[in-house]
């Protein structure tokens, strides 16, 4: 970064920087970010960093009189720069790529700027009304029926979690002031997911109070998707011992693999037994918008609560997961609490602090409606689209390969996969050992980054596209890269 024309300023102890040097700061930091856009190939992927290497080179104490932004800068890029892994980068293709898009980190800058809490709707008129407008035009997008009001949390597992929250009050809804500790007249309360289903679930339950033993993972056929059959059976079983089933986590868009639950009927099973349906779409949901695989929503409308996540593949920066409800009053009547101090004379309007568990909320539609304006519709669409075809070529490129074996079926953007030699038979262990030292070396490159799940308890590579820069490019890389590494390791080679 170039720092050098910085000037000294003489600074005041009450006031706040000089508009002078906030300006002279920020250009030299917006051009450091252009630059970094446009060169950001150049980093290694991963950070390449030791354990404890960050913390060893910086102070262990704060400064006791202030450092110029001089100093702070050149520290940034000399000290934390090579400790970042950049998930920014076209060629991360772990977890789920996101994107910090260049109109979405100008909204933050703003965001940051006005610094709105929108806690109430006095607090913010506009943070709150914009949320409300831009999660509408989401639902339309996602073709949602109109009683899906929508909420901004910050992360897919908050917004699990509210589901969770809205799905206790409406099965007991006296939780709220009586609570479930030393209750003989509240029979356990269940949750079903599948086996693939995000973590987010079993961490809702723990912080509900219900225990992961309240969470019942329900098998998946094949292609990793929920059995509605074992479902059934299970709610049958459940209610026959007295169990009182409280709700059923779909996802569209696993983790591992991306499958989609058979949503229809999965539906069918939550009305005809009265429990609460969640959609869990935080990755996958986004698909939704696309004409060409709306079909992955099917049945989602007759959903209670919905979760699709703009920060994963909404090109939206971190963080920012767009909860629906169907019955928001509900959460509201499980969770809503006013203090004195927040009382307001308002009527007819939305006080978000309502829907969610934290009171500060930040002015999170900004950032959202500025990435639905600048790319529109039709852009979020064609890059989604085009995300779909990279995971499908590359998953054309393993099936074509002796050397590879999918995993999974690629229905979005994940392809799961695992290196079989050829040359000679490994035992089931030895190709985890293989597979597992493959992804070390080839992380280690630092021309790409994947990750690794498991899959029927065997090690799976995992390459998942999502990142807005990302091209094709970008998947050839990774797969010379998987290639070239796996012909260098000697118990391949040998
Ligand atoms: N649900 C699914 C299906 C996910 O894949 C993830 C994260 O990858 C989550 C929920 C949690 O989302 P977040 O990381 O935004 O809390």
Same mark, same amino acid.
């Given at each position: 970064m170039?720092?050098s024309?910085f000037? @000294?300023v003489?600074?005041s102890?009450?006031?706040?920087?000089d508009?002078?040097?906030f300006?002279?700061?920020?250009e030299?930091?917006?051009?450091?970010i252009?630059?970094?856009f446009?060169?950001?190939?150049?980093? *290694?992927v991963?950070?390449?960093?030791?354990?404890?290497?960050?913390r060893k /080179?910086?102070p262990t104490?704060?400064? @006791?009189a202030g450092?110029?932004?001089?100093?702070?800068?050149e @520290?940034?890029?000399r000290?934390?720069?090579?400790?970042?892994?950049?998930?920014?980068?076209?060629? &991360? &293709?772990g977890y789920?790529?996101i994107?910090?898009?260049a109109?979405?980190?100008?909204?933050?800058?703003l965001?940051?700027? $006005?610094n709105?809490?929108?806690?109430l709707?006095?607090t913010?008129p /506009?943070?709150?009304?914009?949320?409300?407008?831009v999660? +509408?035009?989401?639902?339309?997008?996602?073709q949602?029926?109109?009683?899906?009001?929508?909420?901004?949390?910050d992360?897919?597992?908050?917004?699990?979690?509210?589901?969770l929250?809205?799905?206790?009050a /409406? %099965?007991?809804?006296e939780?709220?002031?009586?609570g479930?500790?030393?209750?003989? +007249? $509240?029979?356990?309360?269940?949750i079903?997911?599948?086996e693939q289903?995000h973590s987010?679930?079993?961490? %809702?339950a723990?912080v509900?109070?219900?225990?992961q033993r309240?969470?019942c993972?329900?098998?998946v056929?094949e292609? &990793?998707?929920?059995? *509605?059959e074992?479902?059934?059976?299970a709610?049958?079983?459940?209610?026959?011992?007295?169990?009182? *089933?409280?709700?059923?986590?779909?996802t569209?868009g696993?983790t591992s693999?991306?499958?989609?639950?058979? !949503?229809p009927?999965?539906?069918d099973?939550?009305?005809?037994?009265?429990i609460?349906?969640?959609v869990?779409?935080?990755?996958?949901g986004?698909?939704a918008?696309?004409p060409?695989h709306?079909?992955?929503?099917a049945? !989602?409308?007759?959903a +209670?609560s919905v !979760?699709?996540?703009?920060?994963k593949?909404?090109f939206?920066p971190l963080?920012?997961?767009a909860?629906?409800c169907?019955?928001m009053?509900v959460?509201r009547a499980?969770l809503?609490l006013?203090s @004195?101090y927040l009382?307001?004379?308002?009527t007819?309007?939305?006080? $978000?602090?309502?829907?969610?568990?934290?009171?500060?909320?930040?002015?999170?539609?900004?950032k959202?409606w500025?990435?639905?304006r600048?790319?529109?519709?039709q852009?979020?669409?064609?890059?989604?689209t085009?995300?779909?075809?990279l995971a499908?070529?590359?998953?054309?490129w393993?099936d074509?390969?002796? +050397? &590879?074996?999918?995993?999974?079926?690629?229905?979005?953007?994940?392809v799961?996969?695992?290196?079989?030699?050829?040359?000679?038979?490994l035992?089931?262990?030895?190709?985890?050992e293989l597979n597992?030292?493959?992804?070390?070396?080839?992380?280690?490159?630092?021309?790409?980054?994947l990750?690794?799940?498991r899959?029927?308890?065997?090690?799976?590579?995992?390459?998942?596209?999502?990142?807005?820069?990302t091209?094709?490019a970008h998947?050839?890389?990774?797969w010379?890269v998987?290639?070239e590494?796996l012909?260098?390791?000697?118990?391949y080679?040998?």
């Amino acid at each position: 970064m170039n720092t050098s024309s910085f000037k @000294d300023v003489e600074r005041s102890p009450s006031r706040d920087m000089d508009p002078a040097e906030f300006q002279e700061t920020g250009e030299t930091l917006l051009q450091w970010i252009a630059r970094y856009f446009r060169e950001s190939e150049q980093y *290694p992927v991963l950070a390449r960093t030791l354990p404890g290497e960050i913390r060893k /080179a910086l102070p262990t104490a704060a400064p @006791d009189a202030g450092d110029t932004m001089q100093a702070i800068l050149e @520290d940034f890029e000399r000290i934390l720069v090579p400790g970042l892994t950049h998930w920014n980068h076209p060629r &991360f &293709f772990g977890y789920f790529p996101i994107t910090g898009s260049a109109p979405g980190v100008l909204a933050e800058l703003l965001t940051a700027a $006005l610094n709105q809490q929108a806690m109430l709707w006095r607090t913010s008129p /506009a943070a709150t009304e914009l949320e409300e407008v831009v999660l +509408d035009w989401l639902r339309q997008l996602l073709q949602l029926p109109q009683g899906f009001e929508g909420v901004i949390h910050d992360g897919g597992s908050s917004s699990n979690l509210h589901a969770l929250i809205a799905a206790r009050a /409406a %099965a007991a809804p006296e939780v709220r002031t009586i609570g479930i500790v030393a209750r003989s +007249d $509240l029979p356990p309360l269940r949750i079903y997911c599948s086996e693939q289903t995000h973590s987010s679930v079993e961490k %809702a339950a723990i912080v509900l109070g219900l225990g992961q033993r309240a969470v019942c993972k329900i098998s998946v056929d094949e292609a &990793f998707r929920m059995s *509605p059959e074992a479902l059934l059976k299970a709610i049958r079983a459940d209610k026959a011992a007295g169990i009182q *089933p409280m709700a059923v986590v779909a996802t569209v868009g696993t983790t591992s693999t991306s499958s989609i639950d058979p !949503v229809p009927e999965i539906a069918d099973i939550c009305e005809a037994e009265r429990i609460w349906l969640h959609v869990d779409g935080s990755y996958g949901g986004a698909a939704a918008i696309v004409p060409r695989h709306a079909h992955i929503f099917a049945g !989602v409308a007759r959903a +209670d609560s919905v !979760v699709v996540n703009p920060h994963k593949w909404l090109f939206t920066p971190l963080d920012a997961s767009a909860f629906f409800c169907r019955r928001m009053d509900v959460l509201r009547a499980g969770l809503a609490l006013t203090s @004195d101090y927040l009382e307001t004379r308002e009527t007819g309007v939305k006080n $978000l602090m309502d829907t969610g568990v934290a009171l500060a909320r930040r002015f999170r539609a900004l950032k959202l409606w500025t990435v639905m304006r600048y790319y529109g519709a039709q852009g979020l669409r064609e890059r989604i689209t085009e995300h779909i075809r990279l995971a499908q070529e590359f998953a054309s490129w393993i099936d074509a390969s002796a +050397d &590879f074996q999918r995993l999974a079926p690629v229905p979005l953007s994940v392809v799961c996969f695992r290196a079989v030699p050829t040359a000679r038979a490994l035992s089931p262990d030895g190709l985890d050992e293989l597979n597992s030292d493959l992804l070390e070396r080839v992380n280690a490159s630092g021309e790409v980054f994947l990750s690794h799940t498991r899959l029927n308890g065997r090690y799976a590579l995992r390459l998942a596209i999502c990142n807005i820069r990302t091209t094709e490019a970008h998947i050839a890389t990774a797969w010379r890269v998987l290639r070239e590494t796996l012909a260098r390791i000697p118990a391949y080679a040998s």
